[in-house]
């Protein structure tokens, strides 16, 4: 099945320790990007990236770090977590590199920083 | 900066009526508008994908419209079942806004039996 498949589901952690949100797809998709949802501000893009080795920022990128080592994987990194990154995370693929055939997106990771 | 709006933000009908969606952009340099389903702490489940140079697409009681020129996308679910509960949110690739979605805040949809 084609599918993004992200882990944790569920993260609850305290201020400061480092963790990682994984992200893997199963389709090829040259494309791949975290977004976070909060209530009253929407889905925000975190960071994405074009293809292997090459990512960048998107809109509200301060206190994350991701990688980009091969084409399937893409974890985001939060090395010094703060209660304000408490949040819903989603990670998406789409084909190529514009999104031309729309997106898919993982079921989620909620985390709660403490 | 692209702008997306749904309205109504909450909507509560009976099972069996047929019911619209609306969403509204700002800025109708699109590629494409993609509509969303996504059910209570889970995630984002892609239901329909217009592109900017089609005006509707179907997946079975879903119909989307796209009236690319006045910024608009309406999302026509028929004969409503209570499965069909859920927030719905759509989201636009502007030709500007770089690789980024652009989403609205949704719609929740709850249908009663």
């Known amino acids: 099945e084609a599918q993004v498949t992200q882990n944790p589901r569920y993260l609850i952690t305290v201020t400061g320790k480092k963790l990682t949100v994984t992200c893997s797809q199963n389709m090829n998709h040259e494309y791949m990007s975290w977004y976070r949802q909060d209530p009253g501000l929407g889905l925000r893009q975190i960071y994405y990236s074009m293809n292997v080795e090459v990512t960048d920022k998107g809109d509200v990128p301060e206190g994350y770090k991701v990688s980009r080592k091969e084409k399937r994987n893409f974890p985001l990194i939060l090395e010094s977590p703060s209660p304000n990154q408490t949040s819903l995370y989603f990670c998406?693929?789409?084909f190529g590199t514009g999104g031309i055939l729309g997106y898919t997106f993982g079921s989620g990771t909620r985390l709660t920083v403490v | 900066k692209q702008e997306v709006t749904q309205i109504p933000a909450a909507l509560s009908v009976p099972e069996g009526e047929n019911l619209v969606l609306n969403c509204s952009f700002t800025?109708?340099?699109?590629?494409?508008l993609q509509w969303f389903r996504q059910d209570p702490g889970k995630g984002l489940t892609s239901l329909l994908l217009i592109q900017s140079s089609q005006r509707e697409q179907t997946s079975g009681r879903l119909n989307a419209s796209l009236d690319k020129s006045s910024g608009r996308s309406t999302l026509y679910i028929a004969a409503s079942q209570p499965g069909d509960s859920a927030t719905y949110l759509c989201a636009v690739k502007g030709e500007t806004s770089g690789s980024r979605l652009t989403f609205g805040e949704g719609t929740q949809l709850t249908v009663n039996p």
């Open positions: 800025d109708s340099a699109i590629y494409n």
């Open positions: 998406a693929s789409s």
